[in-house]
């Protein structure tokens, strides 16, 4: 990894606005970071002239006194975000060769602030899996590696499996991610960086290709805090196009950074100490309690009794979602058809679905389908509505006492690909600390915390009230500090 590869994005703009490299610099050691890393699979699509081009207009710029915010970064875009002339394939067959002619208004909103896009990268298809392994273009390889000799290849976690590799790997200084039930926390923890999901509406969900729409919230991956709050000023805003948008200021996250948390108080849930959980999970929550303490805040404990309900209720809800969301893709209008010899409208529809959805997708469909379906409605769907208004119920009451709360990311570090695939329902249990917030429309966070015995990352996770994204990353830059969390995964691929 290069030099400029190690930079956060704050380490990149001051130094290009001070002289000490230029943005065609920055630009061209990233582009190189990416060719050299094509084995992890992180991108699914390169695009080096692009993040040039907005380099040398960083450098124009620059000359002429009109920097933007985000002048001389380059990006990488999950490829759930529709890239107007570039392609936008979901992670999905069906979307093959799919050239949106429009922009989404979060990607639209980072190049309007100044940033390039150093290409497409790899997810779960259609966002739906927590390993990186649905992908219809392979699974994206963690940079990560246990330190048991055994090379065995690692997720990085999914839906943004791609994004977080490519942070972690030096392969973009700062990524989009989007988040239904854990898709940026999550893989942020199995690779050692942050990501934040903010609260439900901050960002526009125009131009990104729906999951669950209730739930769907992009946000950005970075390798700390202060990028993370430097990303998402630039995504954030009040779009007319989305419904959901929150028509708001956006705050100046991170000029209002702070990690004294003298006055605060932080809830521990009682209910979030599962059996079965690895006890370094326990421990490194109980040293980020610690870390919380040392910063001024005061501890105590809350109850939100239905969270044993949060992840059977997302899996009804999220499903329900997809399968009206993903019945536009018939291959009638647009990506992958599939037309019978002598069929019919109908035999095409079949086909067309049958060869372009993998069998996660076709699984979350067929749920989706049956929780819908007359006769069973009320008994899953409707009853899955009420239980999601009691989880948000029990977060407004734990707000009552406390300012923020603290939990484990993840119930496990980074899990070697291949292991979970056959069991739905144990790579299903990655979600389970992180599918609650999302339920409920709160912002959350991650941020690493150390490792376990075989050297892994481990994650913290920071659930606000809504709208209040600075007081996670405050609570974030805490921990970020007292941490000292600096490793990085060996330049293996390279």
Not at 114 to 142: C, H, Q, R
Request: hydrophobic share 40%; with cysteine; aromatic share 8%.
């Amino acid at each position: 990894m290069g030099e400029l590869n190690s930079k956060t994005i704050a380490q990149l703009r001051e130094g290009f606005r001070a002289g000490e490299f230029t943005a065609r610099e920055i630009a061209e050691a990233f582009n190189a970071a990416v060719a050299a890393g094509r084995e992890l699979n992180a991108y699914t699509v390169e695009t080096p002239e692009l993040a040039l081009a907005a380099a040398d207009a960083a450098d124009k710029a620059k000359a002429s006194g009109e920097l933007k915010p985000l002048s001389g970064i380059p990006l990488g875009i999950k490829d759930l975000f529709c890239t107007e002339g570039v392609d936008s394939t979901t992670g999905s067959k069906i979307l093959a060769g799919f050239k949106p002619p429009y922009e989404s208004t979060v990607s639209g909103n980072l190049k309007h602030a100044g940033a390039g896009m150093l290409g497409k990268l790899n997810m779960d298809e259609f966002a739906m899996g927590s390993s990186n392994e649905t992908s219809a273009y392979g699974p994206v390889i963690s940079p990560w590696r246990r330190n048991d000799g055994s090379n065995a290849a690692l997720t990085p976690g999914g839906s943004s499996g791609g994004s977080a590799a490519a942070v972690a790997a030096g392969m973009a200084p700062g990524v989009t991610g989007t988040d239904t039930g854990g898709s940026i926390r999550q893989p942020a923890a199995f690779t050692g960086i942050t990501g934040i999901k903010p609260t439900y509406g901050r960002c526009s969900r125009w131009g990104i290709v729906s999951f669950a729409s209730s739930l769907d919230q992009a946000g950005p991956m970075a390798r700390d805090v202060r990028d993370c709050a430097i990303l998402l000023e630039a995504m954030a805003g009040f779009d007319p196009k989305d419904a959901t948008s929150l028509n708001l200021p956006v705050p100046q996250w991170e000029a209002g950074l702070s990690s004294d948390l003298r006055g605060k108080t932080v809830g521990i849930p009682k209910e979030y100490r599962i059996d079965g959980v690895p006890d370094e999970i326990n421990a490194i929550w109980d040293r980020g309690i610690e870390w919380l303490k040392d910063a001024g805040a005061e501890v105590v404990e809350i109850s939100l009794p239905h969270t044993k309900y949060a992840l059977p209720t997302y899996y009804i809800i999220a499903p329900a979602e997809a399968s009206s969301n993903l019945a536009r893709y018939d291959g009638v209008r647009y990506g992958l058809r599939e037309s019978p010899p002598g069929g019919n409208l109908d035999a095409m529809y079949a086909a067309t679905r049958a060869a372009g959805f993998g069998a996660e997708v076709k699984r979350r469909i067929m749920i989706g389908t049956y929780v819908l379906s007359a006769g069973f409605y009320d008994a899953y769907f409707t009853k899955a509505q009420k239980v999601r208004t009691l989880i948000k119920r029990d977060f407004a009451q734990a707000f009552e006492r406390c300012d923020l709360i603290l939990t484990p990311t993840a119930p496990s570090a980074a899990f070697g690909l291949g292991e979970k695939m056959s069991d739905p329902l144990a790579m299903y249990l990655n979600d389970v600390f992180a599918v609650p917030a999302s339920l409920a429309g709160l912002p959350a966070l991650s941020v690493p915390g150390g490792l376990d015995g075989q050297g892994l990352p481990l994650g913290l996770h920071l659930i606000g009230r809504e709208l209040d994204e600075q007081g996670i990353l405050n609570a974030g830059l805490a921990i970020e500090e007292r941490a000292g969390f600096n490793h990085r995964p060996g330049n293996w691929w390279a």
